[in-house]
Each structure stands twice: as structure tokens, then as C-alpha cells.
């Protein structure tokens, strides 16, 4: 999220049918709040993500002898097997504390929807030339 932009239910949503290797994007269908059709231009640190998540998978797949590719249908957010993965919000939580954030108070603790922030805030520091246009 704090590399591609997706909302929290986009990308419980993602699909592997949804990524564009060749063009470093992701083009959402039907997806978000607006249920609406968008592209998401990808920083390199999400795509290097996305490939580790589809080695990991295809891994596990070569290790049970399955068949070794990605379906397009398949949710990128899954286990190696291909199981969603229904508690982000438990298992972010686990990754802050495995990190050392600690929290005193509810308002500190950092939420998902932060992860999304950072991307808009990390796209806008980028140089003039190098930043998407906001002018349709």
C-alpha cells in the first residue's frame, strides 16, 4: 500500500489478472469505494513486492508438484497456497510489534489506511519531471 496507493479493499481485491508487468501498473476494475475502474502507477518498490509475492507462490506451487503459474483470478494477498488472507488488519498489527512500535494510547497506533498516505506523500516529493500529472 505505501508503494502502489491501493485502498484496503482494493487491495484485498487484487487480482493477479489486474497487474501490468510490462507497464509497472495495476489497473483496477470495478474496485473501491466508487466501485469505479482506475490505474495505479506503481513506485519500484511495489513491483519488486509483487514479485516476490509471485516467486513465493510459484515456489510453493513447484514444492507440492501443482502446476506452476498465477491465475488470473487468484488474490495477490494470499498465503504461498493461495488461501486469502481474511485478518490484515491482525497481521499488520503483529508486523508493527514485531518492529518495536508500541503504542500508549489507541490515536498513536498507526492504521493500514497510513500505508496509503505515505505513497500519496512520497509522490508528491518527487521531482517536477518525474511526477504524474494531476491534469486531466
Not at 470495478?30 to 490505474?39: I, L, T, W, Y
Not at 509471485?54 to 506451487?61: E, G, M, S, T
Not at 488470473?72 to 481474511?86: D, H, L, Y
Request: glycine fraction near 6%; proline fraction near 1%; charge should be positive.
Amino acid at each position: 500500500m505505501a508503494n502502489s496507493g491501493l485502498r484496503v479493499d482494493e487491495m484485498r481485491a487484487l487480482t493477479w489478472r489486474c497487474v501490468d508487468w510490462q507497464r509497472g501498473d495495476i489497473v483496477l476494475e470495478h474496485a473501491g469505494k466508487m466501485k469505479s475502474n482506475r490505474q495505479l502507477i506503481l513506485r519500484q518498490a511495489a513491483i519488486r513486492a509483487l514479485k516476490r509475492i509471485a516467486l513465493r507462490r510459484l515456489r510453493w506451487q513447484l514444492e507440492k508438484r501443482f502446476e506452476h503459474y498465477l491465475r488470473g483470478k487468484a488474490r495477490v494477498i494470499a498465503m504461498p497456497n493461495g488461501v486469502f488472507v481474511r485478518q490484515m488488519d491482525r497481521g499488520f498489527d503483529a508486523l508493527l510489534r514485531q518492529c518495536g512500535f508500541e503504542y500508549i494510547t489507541a490515536q498513536q497506533k498507526h492504521a493500514l489506511t497510513s500505508l496509503r498516505h505515505t505513497y500519496s506523500t512520497l509522490a508528491l516529493m518527487q521531482p517536477a519531471e518525474k511526477r504524474v500529472s494531476l491534469l486531466i
